[in-house]
């Protein structure tokens, strides 16, 4: 699909809107095209149809909608965190303007009811601890891992544990979250010593370890996680259908998997499985084939997420993308699939380019949701990046990213610790001030 627009600075919202409906193709920008977005009217199939500039978004949705036949559940909502919309505006008015079906408005309720059930202290830190190295990179990927057994893992936990100790952090933590990347790729002796230091340096309420390929794992690295006080662990199978994992360059051995999740349990993790809507080659009624698995294992938690295809990805390179994905028919599956498994949805947030204008949730069960994932993606207290190309951000908006690549991650360390040691202190004077203190 190929579109105009003359005022470029509407061109990401016509986007959005033709990416509700044109998923499965290309969309790029053309001065050729056929769809013209002009200053005073839209241009297309030899036909003038002229649209509110206050309303693009919503007069271009409803062309299309007449075009196509087709309406998306989520309407012409199109933002990346769909559940801020809640401190401006409640359920109702919501669907009025961005005409999101009854269950996605139920959705988003069930959503914000969760969440009301934990308490947040916009003054409190959490960390993410970045890991970025992976055994292989997935067609999906498109993060600056390092790939491959070459790089020294080792030299990077002894920097990493540096900024660990050299960070003006209080103590006392709400969540630790160590990401990647593939973290369960350090070996066994790098995976203790970082622990160790971890547990030296802070307390915490949470403490999750992205535990994702089955391949990195033995039940060696198992216990050490479960000695080292982590409580919650991620296993990470994208689907079930080996098949479709292999297609996107990630093959694993499901009784391996199988294996590692039954040690976990035992050991009294919390679990949370992730899936992807929308690899290439896994259709809606193959997607499903998932839910029989899952019925059997039950983890506490379930991540759906939808895939996003992004620059730096292989499927992107190629132009692959998933041709036979119907959202109302997976929106559906997963709906009933967690209903009947006594799944309640507890974080909500979308991504640049995501297929079929469809969305990611958590859900979990016998109350274990993952106050990190609330905390990052509602913005509800600050957050400390650790390690290489980590992200920090502040309550009063402050942000900073650590060095995207390795060498400069080793070389800008101390200026980095001074950089994130001002903005902690600034806001922790700013606090002290407002309250008095």
Do not use: W
Request: hydrophobic share 30%; with cysteine.
């Amino acid at each position: 699909m190929k579109f105009y627009v003359e005022d470029r600075k509407n061109q990401k919202k016509v986007y959005d809107i033709l990416n509700i409906f044109f998923d499965h193709e290309e969309i790029i920008y053309d001065e050729e095209a056929d769809l013209r977005i002009l200053e005073d009217r839209i241009t297309y199939g030899g036909k003038d149809i002229t649209y509110d500039k206050r309303d693009l978004k919503k007069d271009l949705y409803d062309l299309f909608v007449n075009l196509t036949g087709y309406e998306s559940p989520r309407g012409y909502l199109t933002g990346s965190k769909p559940s801020k919309l809640l401190k401006q505006m409640n359920l109702g008015e919501i669907k009025e303007k961005y005409r999101l079906s009854d269950r996605k408005i139920k959705l988003l309720g069930e959503v914000r009811e969760e969440q009301g059930k934990l308490a947040f202290n916009s003054e409190d830190f959490s960390i993410y601890i970045n890991i970025p190295f992976c055994p292989t990179r997935c067609d999906y990927c498109s993060y600056p891992t390092l790939v491959g057994a070459n790089h020294d893992k080792g030299e990077y936990i002894d920097k990493l544990i540096y900024e660990m100790e050299n960070i003006d952090l209080p103590r006392e933590l709400d969540a630790i979250y160590i990401g990647g990347g593939t973290p369960s790729y350090l070996k066994a002796n790098d995976l203790s010593r970082l622990l160790d230091a971890i547990n030296k340096r802070f307390t915490y309420k949470e403490f999750t370890f992205e535990a994702g390929r089955e391949d990195t794992l033995d039940r060696k690295k198992i216990e050490i996680l479960k000695e080292s006080g982590v409580q919650r662990i991620s296993l990470n199978p994208q689907t079930f259908n080996t098949d479709i994992a292999k297609m996107a360059g990630r093959p694993y051995n499901l009784d391996h998997f199988l294996k590692i999740y039954e040690k976990a349990y035992d050991l009294g993790f919390i679990i949370n499985t992730d899936f992807i809507v929308g690899l290439v080659g896994e259709d809606s009624e193959l997607f499903k084939k998932n839910f029989e698995i899952l019925k059997r294992l039950r983890p506490h938690n379930l991540t759906f997420h939808t895939l996003s295809i992004k620059v730096g990805s292989k499927y992107f390179e190629r132009s692959q993308r998933s041709k036979s994905i119907n959202p109302k028919v997976i929106s559906q599956a997963i709906e009933n699939f967690t209903k009947s498994q006594a799944y309640k949805p507890y974080y909500l947030y979308r991504q640049k380019n995501i297929i079929s204008n469809l969305e990611n949730i958590g859900y979990h069960r016998n109350d274990t949701p993952q106050r990190y994932n609330m905390i990052i993606n509602d913005e509800l207290e600050n957050v400390i990046g650790l390690g290489m190309n980590a992200n920090s951000k502040l309550m009063d908006g402050t942000k900073y990213r650590n060095a995207r690549n390795l060498r400069d991650y080793y070389e800008k360390l101390d200026e980095e610790i001074d950089s994130k040691n001002n903005i902690i202190n600034g806001y922790s004077r700013s606090i002290r001030r407002n309250y008095g203190n």
